[in-house]
């Protein structure tokens, strides 16, 4: 159950990434190396991390398969039609919820520490969208403004954590889990919610400016 809760957050990342390459106006091609990138930066980095050998999607041709179809079906679709605004903002935000728990469980298996849980998690889910977005010329990426992004992820690992050690199965702990982390996003995109900016400093009024 857990590889196919897997195996959906993939496909949503594939499908952002083709979503993120139409916008920036790329080909085909683009869209599935943005598709690929999406989809498995962040368990890869994971892995490199923890130290599993071989690459988890090495040896998964259904999860490659998936990758392939999904990018190049929402490719024809976007052929003929078009998707709504906040599509890419939608299919990204289940990505991120579903990669981010699985990565969370990944690390409790390892061995990880809380805290490392909590990192991990993170990185798993937003590794993929760095890249994806570097990679279409946005810059500064999603992850580094001020969009409750890593935050609502890292909330899905401390909810996975805490469910977890009150003893909760692992299938229900992931699907809870990914719900907060996706509750928050779409609600901080619906609702123009932001991290607070820090405010440039200005000099006081009367108070000259020395530099």
């Known amino acids: ?3 196919v809760l897997y195996l959906v957050g993939v496909a949503a990342f594939a499908a952002s ?12 091609f683009g869209g599935l190396v943005l598709a690929f990138a999406a989809s498995i930066s962040g368990g890869t980095l994971r ?3 923890l130290n599993r050998q071989p690459l988890y999607w090495t040896h998964d041709w259904v999860l490659l398969t998936v990758i392939i179809c999904v990018g190049v079906g929402t490719m024809a ?9 906040k599509s890419l903002l939608v299919v990204d935000a289940i990505g991120l919820s579903v990669v ?3 990565g969370a469980r990944a690390a409790i298996e390892a061995g990880a520490t809380p805290l490392a849980v909590i990192i991990l998690a993170v990185l798993t889910g937003v590794a ?9 010329g946005e810059f500064p990426p999603l992850l580094l403004r001020e969009d409750v992004y890593a935050i609502a992820a890292m909330a899905g690992a401390c909810c996975l954590l805490l469910l977890h050690q ?3 199965g692992a299938t229900p702990a992931a699907a809870i889990s990914a719900g907060v982390v996706f509750a928050l996003r779409m ?3 619906y609702l123009g919610l932001h991290l607070p900016r820090p405010q440039q400093l200005r000099p006081r009024p009367g108070q000259k400016d020395t530099d």
Do not use: K, Q, S
Not at 17 to 28: E, K, Q, S, T
Not at 128 to 136: A, H, K, M, T, Y
């Open 47 to 49: 892995d490199l991390i």
């Open 187 to 189: 609600g901080a995109v």
């Open 77 to 85: 679709y976007l052929r003929f039609w078009t998707l709504p605004r």
């Open 128 to 136: 993929g969208e760095v890249i994806r977005d570097v990679l279409c």
């Open 166 to 168: 009150l003893g909760v």
């Open 17 to 28: 990434g083709v979503l993120a390459a139409y916008r920036a106006n790329m080909d085909p």
């Open 100 to 102: 981010t728990v699985i």
């Open 1 to 3: 159950m857990l590889h």
